[in-house]
C-alpha cells in the first residue's frame, strides 16, 4: 500500500486504534472517511481534522449497510482503502448456566459478518481502482486465546484464516490484503480500564510502528506485526505454543 495519496475508509474510526490510523493517515495527506455509529464523535473528530469525513454507519444493520457502496459511489468515487477496523470484545463464561451465546451472536454479527459485509459491499469500488488495498483489523489472540475471550479470540482466527483465502483469489485482479493483528493496545475495547492499563501498548506507540511497517512494506505474508506480536504469532512453530498458550490462560 502506498502511504501518501490514498481515499481511505476506516471502520471503527471513531475511537481507539481506528481513530489512531485515521489521525496518522490523515497527516499523510490521505483522504480519510471515519465510519462508525456515535454521530458525536464523527463531528469532533471531523471538526478537529478539516479534511476528513465522517459516515454514520452500523455494521450490525443491513438498512446502514446497503447504502454504503451508493454513498460512497456518489462522494468518495476514488476510494481505493477499505480499513476494516471495526470490532467488539466481551468476555464468556462458558460454565455458567446464564450463558445463553447472545454475546456470541454480537461478537459475530460485528466481527465475522460485519467485516465481511463491509468488504461484499466496497469490493467491486476497490476492484476498480488502482493501488487498491483492503486491511482487516484481527488480533494475536486469533492465533493462542485468551480462554476468557471465546468467541472474540475465534472471530479473529476465523478473519485470519478468510484473509489468507481472500489475498489468494485477489491475486491477480490486484487488491492487495493485509492483516493487521494488533497486540494488547490501550484502548477502550474491553472497557475503561484498558486504556490505562500498564501492561498494554500506549496507542500512539502502536500507530507509529504500524505506520511504518506500512511506509516500509515490511508485512510480510501481507500481515502488519509489530515486535510485540511476533512472540506469540510463530509460538507454535517454534515449539511454545503450550507455554505461549499457559503464559496467557494460567491453571
Ligand atoms: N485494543 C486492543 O488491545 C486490540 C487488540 C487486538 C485487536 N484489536 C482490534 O482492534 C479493533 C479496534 O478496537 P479498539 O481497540 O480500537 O477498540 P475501540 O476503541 O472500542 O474501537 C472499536 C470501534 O469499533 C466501532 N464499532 C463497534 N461496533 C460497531 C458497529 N456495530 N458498527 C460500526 N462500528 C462499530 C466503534 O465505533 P462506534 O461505537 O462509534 O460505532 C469503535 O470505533 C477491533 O477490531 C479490535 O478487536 C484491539
Known sequence: ??????????TGGT?????????????????????????NLLDD?????????????DLGSPTSLSHLADEVEAHYPELNVLVANAGISRSEDLTSD??????AQAII??????????????????????????????SNLAIIPLSA??????????????????????????????ELSPPYVQTELTGEQQASDPRAIPLPVYISEVIHLLETHDHPR??????????????????????????????
Not at 500500500?1 to 476506516?10: A, D, P, Q, V
Not at 446464564?98 to 454475546?103: H, K, L, M, R, T
Not at 472474540?152 to 493485509?178: G, M, N, T
Open 109 to 138: 454479527e460485528t466481527n465475522i459478518l460485519g467485516v465481511l459485509r463491509v468488504t461484499a459491499a466496497l469490493l467491486p469500488i476497490l476492484k476498480k481502482r488502482p493501488d487498491a488495498t483492503i486491511i482487516v483489523t484481527t
Open 98 to 103: 446464564e450463558w445463553d451465546a447472545s454475546i
Open 1 to 10: 500500500m502506498k502511504i501518501t495519496g490514498n481515499t481511505i475508509l476506516i
Open 45 to 57: 473528530i471531523t471538526t478537529n481534522h478539516p479534511g476528513m469525513a465522517g459516515l454514520q454507519l
Open 222 to 251: 501481507g500481515e502488519i506485526l509489530v515486535a510485540h506480536d511476533r512472540q506469540r504469532r510463530f509460538a507454535e512453530q517454534e515449539g511454545r505454543y503450550d507455554a505461549a498458550f499457559a503464559a496467557i490462560n494460567p491453571t
Open 149 to 178: 475471550y471465546p468467541t472474540y479470540c475465534a472471530s479473529k482466527a476465523f478473519l485470519h484464516s478468510w484473509l489468507q483465502s481472500l489475498r489468494h483469489q485477489l491475486r491477480d485482479i490486484p487488491v492487495e490484503v493485509l
Open 15 to 39: 475511537s481507539g486504534i481506528g481513530r489512531g490510523l485515521a489521525q496518522a493517515l490523515h497527516e499523510r495527506d490521505n483522504r480519510v472517511i471515519i465510519a462508525g455509529r456515535r454521530q
